[in-house]
């Protein structure tokens, strides 16, 4: 299953974060062109009215001016935002304020607005002072207006900006918020388990996932009633199968006694194949007893393998022998794993046990011909993801599943001889004192551990599945 590329919030916050940028630069463009103009505007009516002022000022007091060669007029030490020149008729700078440039700013003819580069750029206003052909002219630098233009243009995208972002987050947090739901539906459907018993998901918050919610109910209703099905009809088939074999298993060992001595061997082979048969069928009944719990028992394993002490395998156990585990399903899987090596030409068989705090661990090593990497990792892959079909044969499959109940797995290692399988098993579970509730297994129908996945590579395609021998009875 690929992963997905991103999630409904991640995808809602980019775009988000994208249309408050997309919005910030809009509104920066449009509030720079408005505050350009109307910066100059407001600047300009300002230059007007003290030029106004000035006028009226400079008019009242002309007796008494200091005019001359450029004189200043004299002030207290400040800055000057605005400059101003009393000009005569022939360009010559007759009165000034101290900021203002010794050479007139403008051609004293040129009445009104105008920018001129005089020791600099000037936004200059020339009126008329008095009917001898003097002007007065009041002028701001270019520079003074620039830098106001672009700090109001500054403050007011920058606060935009920040308005746009703070939305953004606001509303990735209520996004998040409104998400939640979703979330709590998730982590429910994933411990939803539809064959336990008045199994159900929680009601959904909104009536966007009640549909949901319905369908995956619904599913997992239908997927129940197939699994009771399937064990029931596992279960018929099996106990169905028992009477006769076991009518065809006296009937052997009584044609056993009386035949020749020349019948002998067809008779033990039938025997063994209807031990085998009989061996299945009850892996089947204990791989699919409806209540699924486990019966945890110390077990000897030495015991346990000398069940299956045949013509032609040598089956040898080092200590130590105790495991505890179900006796059927282990009986089971043992069997199945046992016969395999036998019928692969196995001669010997080594069985062996570690345990630690978390896991028992039961080694099968045969002498036979074992099997190649590409075909032993295709097997592994088959087991890591519980694809049996046309992957495994049924001993491999019974014992994975058998392996899988008790909380482990089943794990084929390289081996420089041989076919090496280990059988994982968990401890069991820990009652809590004074409760009668029985032990449970982990479901025959639990999806593989995702933990494992990775471990075998993929290989396409699969070589054919080994044969699934029968086992021997007891």
Not at 286 to 306: H, K, Y
Not at 407 to 413: D, E, M, P, S, V
Request: aromatic residues 4%; contains cysteine.
């Amino acid at each position: 299953m690929t992963e997905p590329r991103a999630s409904i919030l991640e995808r809602l916050s980019r775009l988000l974060v994208g249309v408050s940028l997309l919005w910030g630069i809009g509104v920066a463009v449009v509030v720079s062109v408005v505050i350009r103009h109307e910066v100059d505007e407001i600047m300009d009516a300002t230059l007007r009215e003290s030029s106004q002022i000035l006028h009226d000022l400079l008019r009242s007091h002309a007796s008494i001016l200091p005019l001359g060669d450029a004189p200043v007029q004299p002030a207290p030490p400040h800055k000057e935002e605005l400059v101003w020149q009393l000009v005569g008729p022939a360009g010559q700078v007759l009165l000034r304020s101290h900021r203002a440039p010794t050479a007139a700013l403008a051609p004293p003819a040129r009445h009104g607005l105008s920018d001129t580069e005089v020791q600099g750029p000037w936004r200059v206003l020339v009126s008329a002072f008095d009917d001898q052909g003097r002007v007065l002219m009041v002028a701001q630098t270019g520079d003074e207006r620039r830098e106001a233009k672009l700090e109001a243009v500054q403050y007011t995208v920058g606060g935009a900006l920040l308005v746009g972002l703070l939305c953004a987050a606001w509303l990735r947090r209520r996004i998040r918020r409104e998400l939640r739901p979703l979330s709590e539906l998730s982590q429910a459907v994933a411990h939803f388990d539809p064959l336990q018993p008045g199994a159900t998901l929680p009601a959904p918050q909104w009536r966007e996932l009640a549909p949901v919610s319905e369908a995956i109910t619904h599913l997992g209703a239908r997927l129940a009633a197939r699994v009771d099905h399937e064990r029931a009809f596992a279960a018929h088939a099996a106990h169905a199968l028992r009477t006769p074999l076991a009518g065809i298993m006296a009937q052997l060992a009584v044609a056993q006694r009386i035949s020749p001595a020349q019948s002998q061997p067809v008779l033990r082979l039938a025997r063994q194949a209807a031990d085998r048969l009989r061996s299945v069928v009850g892996a089947l009944l204990a791989l699919f007893r409806s209540s699924g719990e486990l019966r945890w028992q110390p077990l000897r394993l030495d015991e346990l393998m000398a069940q299956w002490q045949v013509d032609g395998l040598a089956v040898t156990v080092a200590p130590p022998f105790e495991v505890r585990a179900d006796p059927d399903l282990l009986a089971a899987a043992l069997a199945n794993l046992v016969d395999n090596a036998l019928r692969h030409g196995a001669t010997r068989l080594q069985v062996g046990v570690t345990q630690d705090d978390r896991t028992a661990t039961l080694r099968l090593q045969d002498d036979g011909p074992g099997v190649d990497a590409a075909r032993r990792a295709a097997l592994q892959q088959a087991l890591d993801r519980q694809a049996y079909a046309g992957h495994t044969g049924l001993g491999l499959m019974l014992a994975d599943l058998v392996a899988r109940a008790h909380g482990g797995r089943l794990r084929l290692l390289p081996s420089p001889q041989g076919f090496l399988a280990e059988l994982q098993l968990g401890n069991p579970p820990r009652r809590e004192p004074g409760s009668s509730q029985p032990l449970q297994a982990r479901s025959l129908l639990d999806p593989p551990n995702p933990s494992h996945a990775h471990e075998s590579a993929p290989v396409e395609p699969p070589p054919p599945p080994l044969p699934a021998p029968p086992t021997p009875a007891p």
